[in-house]
């Protein structure tokens, strides 16, 4: 391929394909501990860390690491802290974040707003050798935790109290979690964008679930679609001449309504999920793969599960 | 080994405050090994908060409770104690299989490093098979009704192989089938000489099995001994107890099911 021969799109491919990995691994554990929005309030933050690189003359890379690091933490503490101002405490960081990157950067010699538009929607041709080492290593470190920690960290987002009563550390789990979408958040910022980072950890898992049953499966389907979409796009984005990241994300969500069109076509065609299934399984012999048994559950039970599913 | 073993839990003048509302209200409560406890009460009575505070998931604002003869806070044995939670708190929206939630019940029992032994496959099946879902493992957890999830969540804490159980109303909105499995699973339990705690609006088919109960009223035991009659409507003779409570509301509901003596 013609695309191979640039060094900055070999560069930019191999980050896009370790974003693609990393980014739904983490987000599928956000999502089931109902924390989507958690990479959207680190991206904002790791903006500022991105300013204070550009005023300070440092990698903005390195800098965005510690700052979203920082703010990961915060927001897991005034998570677990408080349970009525969780919501408010993520906007204060949010707008925070925003508008002390776009002051610092006013503040930097020559730094005009125009230099943080390519790390709020990613940018292929900035993507150096120097921020390829470091994303690597943070994509494999992400990997790294999910594969040691993925047992603890899923029973923690099943449920903390349970987490807690089987012995687990849940406050640093907890820290664990937060601290790797914040690397997670740095590593997919070069190529899709500060702004669209969370996109890539939250789209391609509600995609996956659309076609899974376990966890495990949820997670390695939506590495696939990860890393589809984030080649995909960013091919895109290199024929047209677009940027990276809108191209990434609308990949994404073009593979979420067809994994909801394949669904629904598995339901029409074969098993039916639904309340009760077991039984259903059991009274109707093996026969419950078809819809039309359905009228055969017997009242008395599904009424009882429609009372319990509320 | 210490001539006398301690109580699997002890409670000692136990204050709990929810949002700043006094919930428990000087509670003592001492449950040996191998007793079988109802925790009977009407809605916010504290039922709820009793339990997860001897679990030390509350902390206590007054007094204090011991597991296994150490301080709630600093307990580290927890691979010896099972806990069912209510199952309002099963939530998230990535699915799971009914085996991958039965699994999670070994995490006290495995090494971050090593994969599922076939020690702990064998225990998830055995958790699975006590409960009836032998040969469900692959099932979408989302896709079970609520009897069939509460019985996996049973069978979560099954897998542990814990000495000690304590279930959070392991029977509300749980249809006859279930009712059954769990009363099968229980007895099995207490043939083994299992602790066990348990939550429960009323008691139905579990009754025969329970060796003591204490009733809560407004954070405090108001009877504490053999369970009680039932009185009223429930006391009538074609009254079978198996009418199904919608969990919606758990403990927040004006009404109590639990005709107080």
Known sequence: MSILTFDFMRRALLAAVLMGLAAPAVGTFIVQRRLALLGDGIGHVALTGVAFGLLTSTSPILTAVIVSVFGAIAIELLRSRGRTGGDVALALLFYGGIAGGVLLTNLAPGGDTGSLLSYLFGSISSVSSRDLYVVAGLAVAVVAVIAIFGRELFLLCQDEEVARASGLPVRFLSLLLAVTAALTVVVAMRVVGLLLVSALMVVPVAAAQQLTRGFRTTVGVAMVFGVLSAVGGLYAGYQRDLSPGPAIVLIALALFVVAVAGRSLIRTLGVRPGPGMLRRARANGRGARHPRHESTTPASARSDAEATSR | ?261
């Open chain 2, 1 to 261: 080994m210490t001539p006398r073993k301690p109580p699997v839990f002890a409670m000692t003048g136990g204050e709990a405050r929810l949002d700043g509302r006094l919930v428990l209200r000087g509670v003592d409560l001492r449950v040996p090994a191998g007793e079988v406890l109802a925790v009977l009460g009407a809605n916010g009575s504290g039922k709820s908060t009793l339990v997860r505070a001897l679990l030390g998931l509350i902390p206590l604002s007054g007094g204090r409770t011991e597991i296994y003869g150490v301080p709630a806070a600093r307990f580290r044995d927890w691979r010896r104690i099972g806990y069912v939670p209510q199952r309002l708190t099963v939530g998230g929206g990535v699915p799971a299989t009914v085996r991958e939630i039965v699994s999670s019940g070994r995490v006290a029992r495995q090494s971050r490093l090593r994969p599922a032994s076939r020690a702990d496959r064998a225990a998830v099946d055995r958790a699975l098979a006590a409960v009836g879902l032998a040969g469900h493992g692959h099932h979408s957890a989302h896709q079970l009704s609520g009897g069939e999830h509460q019985r996996v969540l049973i069978a979560r804490a099954l897998a542990g192989e814990p000495d000690a159980f304590v279930m959070d109303e392991p029977t509300s909105g749980v249809d006859a089938a279930s009712q059954a499995a769990l009363a099968g699973t229980l007895r099995a339990l207490i043939g083994q000489g299992r602790t066990v705690v348990l939550v429960a609006h009323e008691l139905g088919t579990l009754e025969p099995l329970i060796t003591r109960c204490i009733v809560l009223d407004d954070g405090r035991v108001a009877h504490d001994g053999a369970p009680p009659k039932p009185v009223g409507e429930h006391a009538l003779p074609g009254h079978d107890h198996v009418h199904p409570h919608g969990p919606a509301v758990p403990d927040g509901g004006p009404l109590g099911t639990w005709d107080r003596t």
